[in-house]
């Protein structure tokens, strides 16, 4: 479908409405942001990537029977989605202890968890998206219960199909976030899944190959995004 109006534009993506009414278009941008938008840059090829990246990854999941708005690709910046009705709630999932987590819990980067962590942060960048207990996000009725444990359902599936996905490609899925959707009558993933939502680590060495290049100034991000793309054959 053609693009009409721009329905919303994000840090690394403009939404687009289409002739199809159930049906958006994705553009991803070559923009990348950290610090809630506060640090802003732009990197050559980055929206490229991330839009192939994704593709394939909600392709895999789509595959598996896991419910995603990921419909086609159209050309290397462009895709096709479902027409979902967003849930402002960022839903992390972690296998490893990393970033915020580390810090906030006091852990070293890089020690495993014996179970997979789930936490939610309403989507809210005047307030720098605090994180919310899955009990507050059904007091601001958010989501309703049966929302809830379907979303973490969703999400627990997501992670373990997507971890051995990754480990398939040497890669490991140290943690990433998830937002979701309605859409008729059912909850869907939406968004995207990429090098910018999620902390991938080369499995041998543990090199990062994600956005924290970027968050705290390692160099090579394109480079990094580049590797993430070959290993998973694009
Ligand atoms: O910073 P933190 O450790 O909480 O991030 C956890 C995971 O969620 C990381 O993979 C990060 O890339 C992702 N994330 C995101 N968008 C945000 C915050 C975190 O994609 N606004």
């Known amino acids: 479908p053609a693009k009409k ?34 640090r802003k ?21 789509n595959d598996q029977g896991i419910p995603t708005h990921f419909v086609n690709e159209i050309d290397e910046r462009n895709a096709v989605v479902r027409h979902a ?13 990393a970033g915020s987590f580390s810090k906030r819990l006091g852990m070293t980067e890089g ?9 939610f942060h309403l ?4 307030l ?3 994180m919310v207990s899955g009990h507050d996000a059904l007091a601001l009725e958010l989501v309703d219960e049966s929302e809830l444990d379907r979303i973490v359902e969703l999400a627990l599936e997501i992670d373990k199909a997507l971890s051995g996905f990754f480990l ?32 991938i680590w080369d499995a041998a060495s543990g090199e990062k190959l994600d956005k924290d290049r970027f968050r705290r100034n390692l160099g090579n991000v394109k480079e990094a995004y580049e590797e993430v ?3 998973l054959g694009l």
């Open 5 to 38: 109006e721009m329905l919303y534009e994000g840090k690394a993506k403009k939404v687009w409405t289409t002739d199809a009414p159930d049906e958006l278009v994705i553009e991803y941008k070559d923009d990348a942001t950290a610090l809630n938008g506060k």
């Open 41 to 61: 840059e732009t990197i050559e090829g980055k929206g490229l990537l991330n839009n192939r990246i994704s593709n394939r990854i909600f392709a895999f999941l």
């Open 85 to 97: 009705e967003m849930i402002p709630l960022e839903v992390v999932v972690r296998n490893i202890a």
């Open 111 to 119: 020690q495993p968890l014996s179970r997979p962590a789930i936490e």
């Open 123 to 126: 989507k809210d960048d005047e």
């Open 128 to 130: 720098d998206d605090p």
């Open 168 to 199: 398939e490609h040497k890669l490991t899925l140290v943690d990433f976030k998830l937002e979701f959707g309605r859409f008729k009558d059912s909850i869907i993933l939406a968004d995207e899944v990429s090098p910018d939502t999620c902390r």
């Open 229 to 231: 793309a070959r290993r």
